[in-house]
């Protein structure tokens, strides 16, 4: 097999570059900009011929503010078909529009379905890490292309194991236990799941239990997003309020929408760590290793 070729538009040059070093991938550079009324102009470069034709192609952007980047990345796969692709996988290590998967008030767009048919038919694959999978068992019930999940699971036990001196593992609502009970499992370290109920974006309650028995643990809050951070500073101001060690806080993709980083490093955490699925200050578990060799794996399987 031809060695697969990599594109990317939105990713940081310093991870494309290290996903180029664990593979073998060709790179192929598009050249890509907006017209003054916001309408996208892309062009592959190369010798399409021989860099494209014929070729396994990886789309790698992850989805954090998808509305800005849909698009463009649509239209890049369509080009790439008509170069003659063999096919155009899409890895995105965040994958965006996966938490309104009900349709929860009379009127309101099931949001997660209709992203799922438009990538479906824009692309031949996907991988992506820990999508928000709540309310559905697993992606196949809403895209119809063949799909892989990297789970950044054993990659964050690794990283409490070797910097967190005893830990209790802390998810904020019962939709975390999937992530936290598993971390907790490789880790063979003990965990709570909180009760959380949201009536808004950035307004968020927690029933806490008693924490007594842990006061000489190192409190590890575990969520696979982080957006406003609401969830985790109302867990974070409690475990402080009850006098326990200062918590660190752990994201498996960390978006920080608006202020919230800062507004997450004044509630009194003691560490502010994710993963690099969305590119940030914080991103401390590298998982390119793990997604290069599962893309490998599903290109020669
Ligand atoms: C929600 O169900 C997720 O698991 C996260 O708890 C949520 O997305 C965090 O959002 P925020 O940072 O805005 O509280």
Redesign the pocket.
């Known amino acids: 097999m031809k060695r697969p070729v990599l594109v990317s538009l939105f990713t940081p040059e310093d991870q494309l570059s290290q996903l180029q070093m664990l593979g073998p991938y060709d790179r192929v550079e598009v050249n890509y900009h907006m017209f003054p009324d916001e309408e996208t102009y892309l062009q592959i470069q190369g010798d399409i011929s021989k860099d494209i034709k014929g070729r396994e192609v990886i789309i790698f952007d992850s989805l954090n503010q998808p509305n800005s980047k849909f698009l463009q990345l649509v239209f890049l796969a369509e080009t790439l078909m008509e170069c003659g692709a063999k096919r155009v996988g899409l890895v995105c290590p965040y994958l965006a529009y996966m938490?309104q998967d009900k349709r929860f008030k009379s009127g309101e767009g099931v949001t997660s379905t209709y992203f799922a048919k438009l990538i479906s038919s824009s692309f031949d694959w996907l991988m992506t890490v820990d999508p928000?999978l709540?309310r559905l068992a697993s992606l196949d019930e809403i895209y119809s292309i063949p799909s892989c999940v990297i789970n950044a699971g054993p990659s964050i036990a690794t990283w409490v194991r070797e910097h967190v001196s005893k830990p209790l593992l802390i998810g904020?609502?019962a939709?975390?236990e999937q992530w936290v009970s598993n971390i907790a499992k490789l880790s063979n370290v003990p965990y709570i799941i909180l009760e959380?109920i949201?009536r808004g974006?950035?307004d968020?309650s927690i029933k806490f239990p008693d924490f007594s028995p842990y006061f000489d643990h190192t409190p590890v809050v575990i969520?696979?997003?982080?957006?406003?951070?609401?969830?985790?500073?109302k867990t974070v101001t409690h475990l402080n309020m009850q006098q326990m060690k200062k918590p660190i806080c752990i994201g498996v993709h960390g978006?920080f929408?608006k202020d919230?980083y800062l507004s997450l490093l004044k509630s009194g955490v003691a560490n502010v760590i994710t993963c690099n699925t969305i590119s940030h200050k914080t991103n401390n578990i590298n998982l390119l290793p793990t997604l290069s060799e599962a893309i490998l794996k599903m290109l020669t399987a």
């Open positions: 938490r928000h709540h904020p609502d939709e975390s959380k949201r974006d950035q968020v969520d696979d997003i982080i957006s406003t951070a609401s969830t985790m500073i978006i929408a919230a």
